[in-house]
């Protein structure tokens, strides 16, 4: 019944990879070449954990949020990160990995997670500035893997798509408010956003160039744009949001440019983005040591999830015997 | 043999790669491989799809609309879950 009966690797490759030239989605019980399960389970679970370790800079706040109404809105969007933590979760097990090796994975430092969710939220305004640039930019990235190659990573970004379409409104509303505000309400604003603004950018990944695997991304159709033009995209529909706030962004090499039809803007700091990723940002440690905390302490919960499962089973044993 | 001992199996149909497989009716079988069969000669005659799965019907676990009341909220008083509810100026609101 099996496709790989019969043929050869090189065959199998072949049939694989028109598949994917023919814009057919791979499900999880067709042929794939090793390399391409290995990449979307590192590429799906990178997701996943930034979806889990997302919620800890936004949950923060939800104990001081300024009303109620902001309260239940930014207790409902933590929920959905949580959500799409585990639709996401599920789409990487379709490939053959379970969820504790996912976990250990990320708790290890082994797995990556956005290096954006390292910096602390120090004020209300980061919640509005991480609903708009950091979802915003999300947002960006999402949309366009909606098309991945992959069925179920794609199903996962549809429906995560359509929930996350109140998250960026919801953080620009903020700054829109604190916007119309005080002096003081603004300034907080402003260092909300030339905190978040170069962190967001960083989200996108590398420069093409130095991207390790975007252009095997590419050919597999997992990622069907590229870095720098998902961050282009990024930059040019943001920055008429911030001329709408009147405020700006802290970039001084922001300019139109004419000729290319984008904005131009200056270099990502790569050395902070070095740092950010493999543990050394501002609250890297303390990120995957509260995952690892929470983990545990929700350990007897499973525990007794179990015992109450083997309990009923052997009670069924007895009397079916 | 007597037919009452046919299990009843579920079947899901996917249309095209890259869809959720759908509900499509169910059938009797001895088997799941002989479900398969048959799931294929009743419900896949006219290409309605490039993959089939067959699940005994005893092993899905449903919720009842009758309880929903009780089981799950439909949160028609959470409008802030949806884009809709908040305002933004017309030169942003393409958000």
Known sequence: MTESMNKTEAELTDTFQARVDDEQKIEPKDWMPEAYRKN?????????????????????????????????????????????????????????????ELIAALQSGEAKYASIFNYPTLSWADIGAIGWLVDGAAIVNQVSLQRTSYGPYSRGMVRICKEESFHQ?????????????????????????????????????????????????????????????LRQKFVDQTVKQVEVLDMNLPDPDLKWNEERGHFDFGEIDWDEFK??????????????????????????????????????????????? | MSEDNMHLYEVFIRSKRGLDHKHVGSLHAEDPEQALEY?????????????????????????????????????????????????????????
């Open chain 1, 40 to 100: 979307l389970i590192r590429q799906i679970s990178q997701h996943a954990h930034s979806e889990v370790i997302g919620m800890q800079p936004e949950g923060n706040w939800i104990t001081r949020a300024p009303t109620l109404r902001r309260k239940a809105i930014l207790l409902a969007k933590v929920q959905d990160e949580g959500g799409h933590g585990l639709y996401l979760y599920s789409a990487a097990e379709t490939l053959g990995i379970t969820r504790e």
């Open chain 2, 39 to 95: 799931a294929r000669d009743v419900y896949t005659r006219r290409s309605e799809g490039v993959s089939i799965w067959v699940v005994n019907s005893s092993h899905i676990f449903a919720s009842q609309e009758d309880d929903n009341e009780s089981f799950y909220d439909p949160m028609d008083d959470k409008p802030y879950r949806h884009a809709t509810h908040y305002q933004l100026p017309d030169a942003v609101n393409n958000m």
């Open chain 1, 169 to 229: 409104r919801q953080g620009y509303e903020i700054m829109l408010a604190l916007s119309r505000g005080n002096d003081e309400q603004r300034a907080m604003a402003q260092d909300a956003i030339n905190r978040f603004w170069w962190p967001s950018l960083m989200m996108f990944g590398p420069h093409d160039a130095d991207s390790a695997h975007t252009g095997q991304s590419m050919k597999w159709k997992i990622k069907r744009q590229s870095n720098d033009e």
């Open chain 1, 275 to 321: 740092r950010s990723m493999t543990g050394g940002g501002p609250c890297s440690r303390q990120r995957v040591a509260h995952h690892i905390q929470a983990h545990e302490e929700g350990a007897w919960v499973r525990e007794a999830m179990r015992a109450y499962r083997e309990k009923q089973k052997a009670r069924d044993d007895q009397a079916a015997a």
